[in-house]
Structure formats: structure tokens, C-alpha cells
């Protein structure tokens, strides 16, 4: 039974990042703006968020900047995009690299001592402590609790039932038919980028301000890859992306509590880690067949 | 009616040269910024990144050792992206090249090097074609975007080198994490042993081997019935199907070819370098390759010089880290920052250039050396 409570509760935790990410990249991508600039963009939340809870003593001020990085690198993408019409796969690419590059690089300057810096992380909240294995499973970090029962629900709300998330899904489906509705595709493309980019910011600064305490390189590990799977796995849905999210963690969690299990010491740690992307791709390949994608994902918009 | 458009190409020449300005002055500021920031001079630190490597004979030759694997890695990326193809796992094709060599390196021992390097180059090749073929399948034959499948396997490439230098390859004497060195039959000869001209340096083989398959590249591409099927996939797939060209069967040979080329910069880390894996055998070589291709336009020749650019870069900014103290990971944020700038700068001359000629941009031919906007082949947007 704790086995189970166990692997649920990592579940949660390692789900959150990726709920974040997904549900970012779902207002993206809602909007007709494919954003491979994910990962870099969980990166810098992660770095920019621990080093401003460092210096500031508060990792709750420290999401404040990360969310603050994260609007700016929306913005970014959002200027290549959408005021410039550039590629956006290459844009994507490019503010990944740009933005690891630009973390690192105050890494270097900022953490320079040989000693680890290290913030005291968010505290877990546990408000069904005593009720045995559900207790287990409810012992989380704030992030997850606001994450799951406070950004996706309202997440899903406000694309699904508000006049602005009506405008995004307008400007992903038929930008001319929304600018002729009059609504400002550009404006409403930049809302969602910076949008998108604040949720990607979080979920990355939830590793370092709440799980680690502490900010190392490589850090996001190719989570923001899997992100823009979940997006086309949850054919650009909330919930279904959260569902998305939540497998890929428990088959992460999964792998990595069996690797200290007896009996399965044999299986090599490194399978039990490239388990979740494969069964990702397996996933997509199964049930990716004609997606319904934005009617004008990647397509700049010009008035012509 | 000459006059016109006689204009207009004056019009056309001095809006690109303004855009160029413009986009020189911004990756100025940016790149000059982060030079300030870290407390370096910054016409001292663009002449260490950029004019200092060039200057000595070792370091030149330094400059086209680095460009090697991004030469390979951006002619990869450039021949994916003309046929429309979105192949961003380079570096994982890459990684099993690296695998493949580092395998065979160690078995053949006493084996004749003229027998052994061909099998070898042949093997990395299939290794990295192999990665490739999973996503090309999966895109040609059922519509699933290769930009998800092809990224997800970077991690997991990845993650096989890490098993397999943590368990069946680690070093038995010192438990570090590296394969045992390969025979010295698969070692790529350096060039400075067979060319009297190239003086002491450690570039190899693999320089050669890249020109030769940019070369190739550039004659198949502009030059032959293949070149022109794959550019006209890339161009309009639907276009192409119209015309009567195997789209399908254009895409998955040019993803395997792009995953070969791949294979082949993996070989050349591992042979002419490292003579070993290593989880370090290639820091993003993958993802430069982008930035490779995309500098370059998607061109071969273009290809050539962005990757002699970025060699230079790079061997600039881990001599900067010396002479004035600047962090390497600036020779990153500046790499990112020219590819950003750059694609900017083309999306804006062409909307403007598109716009003046009054033909909108979805109506107009798209332009050669960026088949954006389209969806995959089997999912059309409605």
C-alpha cells in the first residue's frame, strides 16, 4: 500500500513542471503559435527563479521572477513570430538556445564558489496527515496543489468559456475571419504567448524553488520536449494534456522507484528513464493520426 | 515598364541593406551587452571571438577542426528542412554514429585501417539513418508530426549512451564512465600526417569527409532530377503530388539521408577526437546544426561558410575564456542571438519585398530556403 502511495505521490510531483508546460503550450498553440521555445523558457524559469529566491531569501518572490522571465521570453517569441512572421520552429530553436544560454551564463557569474547554493525550498503542504496512504499522496508542494486545482481548471475556463479565450482559439482557427470580427490578432497572439510562457517559467521553477532547493545544469532535461508532445496528445485540450502528463509521470515514477526495488536491480536505470518518452511516441503513434490542429498553427499572420 | 522594374530592384537592394544594418546594430547590442556584462571590453572580446582565430596557423587549423562536426550536423539539418522535413534530432542520430564507431572501434584490432574505416564510416551511418527512420515512418506512413518524434529521441540517445557507459563499455580499470579506447586501425588519420602543408594541429579525416558530402549535397540538390524532387516536396508537397513526385517516398529518403549524415559527425567525434565515447561527445552538435543550416540559408555553400563561422566562434570564445576571462556560455548566447536576428531579418525582407510586389505571402511562391507554413503532408489544415 505505501509502494502505491508512494509512486502516486511522485506522480503528482513529477507530473506538476509538465502540467505547467502543457498548459502553457496549450494557450501557444490554441492561438496558432507552435512554441519550441519551451524548453528553453522552463530552463530560465528555473534558473532566474532560484537565483532571486537566493538573493531575495523568498522562493515565493523567486516565482515572481520566474513568471517575470517567462512573460519576457513569451514576449520574445511573440516579436519573431508575430511582428516579424519568422519561422517558428527556427524561432522556437533559437530562443531555446538563447535563453539556456543566457542562464548559464549567469550561472557562471553569479554562483561562481565552490560551495552549493542552496535556497531552503518550499515548504510541502500536508493537510490530510494521519489518513495513512491518502495522507502520502496530498504530502505536496503548494505548485501542485495551485497547479492542478487552480491553473488547469481555470485554465480550461477561461479558453473554453471567456471572450478571451474565444479571441485565441479565433486567431488559431481563422486569424482573417477574427481580424474581420475585430480582434486584434496580434494583441491577442502576444496575450497568449506571454501567457504561455509565464505557465512554462513556473513549471520550471517549481524544480529548483520547491523540489531541489537548488539550481544545476541541464536541469529541465528535455521535459519541454515532452510537453509539446502532450499538447498533440491531448489534441490541444486541457484535461486531456494533464491526463497525458500525469501517465508520463507515473511511468517515470514508476522506473525510478522499481530501480531500487529488489528483484529489479538487473534492469539498467537508464531504460527505466527512456521508458516514458518511448511510450510517449508510442502514445502519439497510436493515437496522433489526423490531430485536429489549429486551423493556422505556424502560419504568420498578414493582413494582405 | 523597364523602369519599373528597374526601381524596384533599387528599392529591393536598399531595403536589405538597411534591414542588414539593422540587424547588425542588434546583434551588436545584444552580443556587446553580454561581453560588458562580463566585465570584458567589447571590441577587445569580438576580436577574440571572432579575428584572434584566424590569426595563427594552429588555431586556424583549430577553427576547421570545430567546424567538422557542425558541417556534418548543419548539412543534416539543411537537406531535412529543403524537403519540408522538420528533423531536429540530429544530435540523437548523431549520438548512435557515436555509438556505432565506438562498437566497431573495438573490435577490430589488427584489422587493415583501409577496411576498417570505410566499415565504420558505412556503420555510423546506418546507426544514425536508423534513429531517423522511426519518425520518417511514423511521419510518411500514419501523419504524426516528426518535430515531436524526432526531439523525444534526443533524450533517449541520450540516456544509451549513459547505459551503455555505465554498464557493459565502462573502463574496468578506472570505472570512469568512458569506453575502452578504440584500436588505433579505426583512429581517423590526421590531416598533418598525409597533406606536408597542414602543420601540427589535430584536425582529421572527418574534415575532408564533410566537405566531400557538402559537395555531394550541393551537386545532388542543384543539380540532378533528385535534387529538384526534393526541393519541390519541400517547396509545395501538394504541388509535387500534383506533378506526379513520390512524396512520401522523397521525405523517408531524405530523412534517412539526413539521419546518415548524422551518423557520420558521430563518427568523426569518436574517431578523429575522442578515440572513445563519452556522455560528452557532443555538446549540442545537433542543435548548432540548426543554427548551421539556418545562417546558411539552406544552401550548401551557405552551410560552408556558417559552419567555418561558428568553428570560428567557438574556438574564439574557449580562448576568450583565457585571455580576458569571458564565460564560455557567451559563445552560446551570441550563437543563439545571430540565428535569431538573422531569421528576423529575412522574415522582414520578405514580407516587405512580398508586399510590394502586391502578391500576398500565401499566394506568392513561398520562398526556396524556408518551407514554413505547412502541416504535415497527411494532416492538411482545413
Known sequence: MTFFADIMAATFRNATPLVYGTVGETYTERAGILNLGVEGTMYAGAFFGFAVAYHTGDPWIGLLGAIIVGLMAGALMALMTVTLGANQHVSGLGLTIVLIGISEFANRLMFTGSTLARIEPMPLWDPLAGLGPIGTIANQYGLTYIGFFVVVPISWWVLMKTPLGLSIRAVGENPEAADVAGISVFRIRYIALMIGGALMAVGGAFITLAVLGTFTLDIIAGRGWVVIALVIFGRWRIFRGVLGALIFAAVYSLGLRLHITPGFEGIPNEIMLALPYVIVIVALALSGRNVPYPGAYLKPYRRS | ?382
Not at chain 2, 217 to 222: F, G, H, I
Request: charged fraction near 15%; charge should be negative.
Open chain 2, 1 to 382: 515598364m523597364t523602369l519599373e522594374l528597374r526601381r524596384m530592384a533599387e528599392n529591393r537592394v536598399g531595403r536589405a541593406g538597411m534591414i542588414a544594418i539593422g540587424a547588425i546594430i542588434t546583434i551588436l547590442a545584444v552580443t556587446g551587452s553580454a561581453f560588458v556584462i562580463a566585465g570584458a571590453n567589447p571590441v577587445d572580446a569580438y576580436y577574440a571571438y571572432f579575428i584572434t582565430p584566424l590569426t595563427r596557423e594552429f588555431t586556424l587549423l583549430e577553427v576547421l577542426n570545430k567546424a567538422t562536426p557542425i558541417l556534418f550536423t548543419g548539412t543534416a539539418v539543411a537537406i531535412a528542412f529543403r524537403a519540408g522535413y522538420w528533423n531536429i534530432g540530429v544530435e540523437g542520430q548523431l549520438l548512435m554514429g557515436a555509438v556505432a564507431a565506438a562498437g566497431i572501434g573495438q573490435v577490430v584490432e589488427g584489422w587493415p585501417t583501409l577496411l576498417v574505416l570505410p566499415l565504420m564510416i558505412a556503420g555510423g551511418a546506418l546507426a544514425g539513418a536508423a534513429w531517423a527512420l522511426v519518425p520518417a515512418l511514423l511521419r510518411v506512413r500514419m501523419g504524426i508530426d516528426e518535430v515531436v518524434t524526432t526531439l523525444l529521441l534526443n533524450p533517449v540517445a541520450l540516456l544509451v549512451v549513459q547505459g551503455l557507459l555505465h554498464g557493459p563499455w565502462k573502463d574496468p580499470e578506472t570505472g570512469f564512465p568512458e569506453s575502452p579506447r578504440m584500436a588505433e586501425a579505426a583512429e581517423f588519420p590526421q590531416l598533418s600526417e598525409f597533406i606536408p602543408l597542414i602543420g601540427r594541429s589535430r584536425l582529421h579525416l572527418g574534415f575532408i569527409i564533410a566537405i566531400v558530402v557538402i559537395v555531394i549535397a550541393w551537386w545532388v540538390l542543384s543539380r540532378t532530377s533528385t535534387g529538384l524532387r526534393v526541393r519541390a516536396v519541400g517547396l509545395s508537397p501538394h504541388g509535387a503530388r500534383f506533378a506526379g513526385i513520390k512524396v512520401e517516398r522523397t521525405l523517408l529518403r531524405v530523412a534517412l539521408v539526413s539521419g546518415a549524415i548524422a551518423g557520420i559527425a558521430g563518427v568523426s567525434e569518436v574517431a578523429g577526437i575522442q578515440f572513445r565515447l563519452t556522455e560528452g561527445v557532443s555538446p549540442g552538435f545537433g542543435y548548432t546544426g540548426v543554427v548551421v543550416a539556418m545562417l546558411g540559408g539552406l544552401t550548401m555553400p551557405g552551410v560552408l561558410i556558417a559552419g567555418l563561422l561558428l568553428g570560428d566562434l567557438s574556438v574564439g570564445a574557449s580562448s576568450a575564456v583565457r585571455s580576458l576571462q569571458i564565460p564560455s556560455q557567451v559563445g552560446d548566447v551570441v550563437q543563439g542571438t545571430l540565428l535569431l536576428v538573422v531569421i528576423g531579418a529575412v522574415a522582414i525582407y520578405r514580407w516587405r519585398t512580398t508586399r510590394e510586389d502586391d502578391r500576398p505571402p500565401d499566394e506568392g511562391e513561398p520562398p526556396p530556403d524556408e518551407p514554413e507554413g505547412q502541416a504535415p503532408v497527411e494532416t492538411p489544415p482545413t
